[in-house]
């Protein structure tokens, strides 16, 4: 879900908060914040649905082609040209892996043993572990009481999301653990192309289309050695990695871009707390997928915690 191309704290770096808010008609933002939500909300759903008929590795590979296509198609109709010089495609690479190839990849393999709400709410714990990596590698980004009251709040949720009241009971371990590590890859990857990309003079379109570029190469070369050819085509899962690729990467980006060139990465990155409630949602009511009262209430305290994490002290 994550690309270079705004700052967010679930799908986005750091260098797209230098670009200027447009002001446009406020009904037409609103209409695009809310199909970002639906869009990113049911990427987990899809991605369930993928990996029912395909390999993780395979719906992650096909994710990136058809995203990747996207973002190409609209390079072209912008006369957008590819990043130039060694040194940027470098970090993109970096960042190719720590914002695509591997959390797209983590994800995808969690869900083979997890439901999609599950995976969906260790998504949301993003800004989390934003927060407690920024306070050591951004000598910038000081923490404040309210800060750390707030990083405190979202892992007390994530532990009521979990269970551990009960042990962890009936939860799979390594699924899980996979998802909350494709969450703090994330952030990794933002502090990373904050410290290298923020001041490249390419356009955001052009960096996150050569990063996906990159991180499609990344999976083409993994994924032959980890699976075989399938056999058959299972058409609804196919048309699954479709929609997760088209739409919710390459389109759903292309979106991300427009909200933080128009409204401002804060107001954009209200998205991540919409996530939550439209991947249980999806879950439950599509998939059929339990719920047990400790996922939504633990999800409401991830959220509560994530937001008090993105409090920034008045000048």
């Not at 609103?30 to 899809?46: C, D, V």
């Not at 009960?166 to 799979?172: A, I, N, P, T, Y």
């Not at 929609?243 to 990467?249: D, F, K, N, P, Y």
């Amino acid at each position: 879900m994550t690309t270079v191309t705004a700052s967010r704290d679930a799908a986005g770096p750091a260098s797209a908060s230098c670009v200027r808010p447009r002001s446009r008609g406020r009904l037409d933002w609103r209409l695009r914040f809310a199909a970002l939500s639906l869009i990113w909300g049911f990427s987990f759903l899809l991605i369930k649905v993928g990996t029912d008929g395909y390999a993780p590795f395979q719906v992650t590979l096909g994710r990136l082609v058809f995203g990747t296509a996207v973002l190409a198609a609209a390079m072209a109709v912008k006369r957008e040209r590819l990043p130039r010089g060694v040194r940027t495609w470098e970090h993109l690479a970096v960042a190719a892996f720590l914002l695509n190839a591997l959390p797209f990849s983590l994800f995808a393999y969690s869900e083979l043993t997890i439901p999609s709400t599950l995976a969906g709410i260790c998504n949301a714990t993003s800004p989390l572990w934003g927060m407690a990596l920024s306070m050591v590698a951004l000598s910038e980004d000081r923490p404040t009481r309210v800060r750390v009251a707030g990083l405190g709040i979202g892992f007390i949720g994530v532990l009521t999301v979990l269970g551990a009241w009960q042990g962890f009971h009936g939860l799979d371990a390594t699924g899980t653990a996979m998802a909350l590590l494709a969450s703090l890859s994330y952030p990794i990857g933002w502090i990373y192309v904050r410290r290298t990309l923020a001041g490249a003079g390419e356009s955001h379109l052009s960096l996150t289309g050569a990063q996906l570029l990159l991180a499609t190469v990344q999976l083409a070369v993994v994924t032959p050695l980890f699976t075989s050819v399938p056999t058959s085509f299972s058409l609804v899962p196919l048309l699954a990695i479709v929609a997760l690729g088209a739409l919710g990467t390459g389109l759903a980006v292309l979106l991300q871009y427009g909200l933080v060139a128009e409204v401002g990465p804060t107001t954009a990155q209200m998205v991540t707390y919409f996530i939550p409630v439209i991947v249980t949602a999806a879950g439950v009511a599509v998939l059929g997928e339990s719920l047990a009262w400790s996922t939504p209430v633990g999800a409401v305290i991830v959220l509560a915690g994530a937001a008090l994490t993105q409090v920034r002290r008045s000048a």
